[in-house]
């Protein structure tokens, strides 16, 4: 059973920072890449980064390029979301997945599982 447990989610002001993370269990972590979306009420999921399956490649959203960095830890099957400078607007929930490939993607079709979400709200 594939499980992701997501964390480090909260309430933050303005120009502060967050890291989340992302533990998973029951898949091979290293073999695949990961991926965090993001998805407010009403909206559809959106893109916000993603690293390959050995932590060599990344990509993000250009709402979050220069502020957000993810990473990875092989050896705790842990993926993160360091977010600095945070914005009003990046209030919302937060969610890992785990790819269906090794490497990177923006579309959360090539992802075949998925966390909990974790909620952060940035204060004006």
């Known amino acids: 059973q594939v499980q992701l447990v997501e964390s480090g989610g909260g309430l933050v002001q303005a120009g502060g920072s967050l890291r989340l993370s992302c533990a998973v269990s029951g898949r091979t972590f290293s073999a695949y890449a990961m991926g965090w979306f993001r998805q407010a009420p009403g909206k559809e999921r959106e893109f916000v980064a993603t690293?390959?399956?050995?932590?060599?490649?990344?990509y993000y959203a250009d709402s979050v390029k220069g502020r957000f960095t993810i990473s990875r830890d092989n050896t705790k099957n842990t993926v993160y979301l360091l977010m600095n400078s945070l914005k009003p607007e990046d209030t919302t929930i937060y969610y890992c997945?785990?790819?269906?490939?090794?490497?990177?993607?923006?579309?959360?079709?090539?992802?075949?599982?998925w966390g909990q979400g974790t909620q952060v709200t940035v204060s004006s």
């Open positions: 690293i390959s399956r050995s932590g060599g490649g990344t």
């Open positions: 997945a785990v790819g269906s490939r090794s490497y990177t993607s923006r579309t959360s079709y090539d992802y075949d599982d």
